[in-house]
């Protein structure tokens, strides 16, 4: 993989999916010496997901949705295919079962857009992991009120950042 991102010239993506969640996830938190930190949290599984695309050059395009599967997926697609516009489109992603789904893999056909399966069980070669790890680091400590001001904090995450990042993506097949 690394010889291929090095070498090609094309328009190539990393794919991935996350979960945030309206319970509050505690990290370290800053109280004077001596004294036990009290912190409010709200304890709840509800919470979305979210599905991004990094570019080799760094942008970051994502979706929010209630959950990820074929239709979700092949909507994601549809949507990265639009932003990108004419020509081939390469994608390296996990082998979840809503990416290698039949009427997924029809679609991609359709739209000249090439899938590379990678490796499973494998995350150390999937550059948009760190870019959630970043998410969760901002999202830790949040007592969010419901899934609305969940949704506007990762908007606002990733509008911070401008939808960029600099990650190095050669660098995860080294």
Same mark, same amino acid.
């Given at each position: 993989? +690394?010889?291929? /991102?090095? !070498? &090609?010239?094309?328009?190539?993506?990393?794919?991935? *999916?996350?979960?945030?969640?309206?319970? !509050? =996830?505690?990290?370290? #938190?800053?109280? @004077?010496?001596?004294?036990? %930190? #009290?912190?409010?949290?709200? /304890?709840?599984?509800?919470?979305?997901?979210?599905?991004g695309a990094l570019r080799r050059s760094?942008?970051?395009?994502?979706?929010?949705?209630?959950?990820?599967?074929? *239709?979700?997926?092949?909507?994601? @697609?549809?949507? @990265?295919?639009?932003? +990108?516009?004419?020509?081939?489109?390469?994608?390296?992603?996990?082998?979840?079962?809503?990416? !290698?789904?039949?009427? #997924?893999?029809? /679609?991609?056909?359709? =739209?000249?857009?090439?899938?590379?399966?990678?490796?499973?069980?494998?995350?150390?070669?999937? %550059? #948009?992991?760190?870019?959630?790890?970043?998410?969760?680091?901002? /999202?830790?400590?949040?007592?969010? *009120?419901?899934? %609305?001001?969940?949704?506007?904090?990762?908007?606002?995450?990733?509008?911070?950042?401008?939808?960029? &990042?600099?990650?190095?993506?050669v660098n995860y097949f080294s």
């Amino acid at each position: 993989m +690394k010889k291929l /991102l090095t !070498t &090609f010239q094309g328009d190539f993506w990393f794919i991935d *999916e996350s979960a945030a969640r309206l319970g !509050t =996830q505690l990290r370290k #938190v800053v109280a @004077l010496k001596g004294s036990k %930190p #009290v912190f409010p949290i709200r /304890l709840s599984k509800e919470g979305v997901r979210i599905i991004g695309a990094l570019r080799r050059s760094g942008q970051f395009i994502f979706v929010i949705v209630k959950r990820v599967n074929q *239709e979700t997926i092949k909507a994601f @697609l549809r949507h @990265l295919k639009r932003f +990108k516009g004419k020509g081939r489109l390469y994608i390296a992603w996990d082998g979840d079962g809503s990416h !290698t789904a039949h009427s #997924v893999r029809q /679609l991609a056909s359709k =739209q000249g857009i090439h899938l590379i399966q990678q490796a499973p069980y494998s995350p150390e070669t999937q %550059p #948009v992991e760190e870019i959630w790890r970043q998410l969760k680091a901002y /999202l830790a400590n949040w007592v969010f *009120e419901d899934i %609305p001001h969940l949704i506007q904090t990762i908007e606002r995450f990733f509008s911070e950042r401008q939808n960029r &990042f600099d990650i190095e993506v050669v660098n995860y097949f080294s």
